[in-house]
């Protein structure tokens, strides 16, 4: 069974930044697809980065993409995501996901039926 915590949100002004954490248990860290998604209030819970096992590719929703990076350390088991230049719309929950150790193709990433294990959220706001 995987095991994810999320760390590093909080209350951030507009143009801010802030880094996720989610620190993986377990022994499949390294070869688990990770994502992030996030679900602001009365809205679907929306994808919003992906990174391969081995952290050579890297997928964003549009809404994000040049202000979010992804990151692994696989020797930490942990999982990041830098987010800068923040907006009152990236206020949400954020939360870890892990597709488990086995394979993803591409589109898979963008789906949150892909991803079989999720950590419990950290919240980001980002005040106007």
């Known amino acids: 069974q995987v095991q994810l915590v999320e760390s590093g949100g909080g209350l951030v002004q507009a143009g801010g930044s802030l880094r996720l954490s989610c620190a993986a248990s377990?022994?499949?860290?390294?070869?688990?697809?990770m994502g992030w998604f996030r679900q602001a209030p009365g809205k679907e819970r929306e994808f919003v980065a992906a990174?391969?096992?081995?952290?050579?590719?890297?997928y964003y929703a549009d809404s994000v993409k040049g202000r979010f990076t992804i990151s692994r350390d696989n020797a930490k088991n942990t999982v990041y995501l830098q987010m800068n230049r923040l907006k009152p719309e990236d206020t949400a929950v954020y939360y870890c996901?892990?597709?488990?150790?086995?394979?993803?193709?591409?589109?898979?990433?963008?789906?949150?039926?892909?991803?079989?294990?999720w950590g419990q959220g950290t919240q980001v706001t980002v005040s106007s």
């Open positions: 996901a892990s597709h488990g150790p086995s394979y993803l193709s591409g589109t898979y990433y963008y789906t949150k039926a892909a991803y079989n294990y």
């Open positions: 990174i391969s096992w081995s952290g050579s590719s890297t």
């Open positions: 377990g022994r499949t860290f390294s070869s688990s697809p």
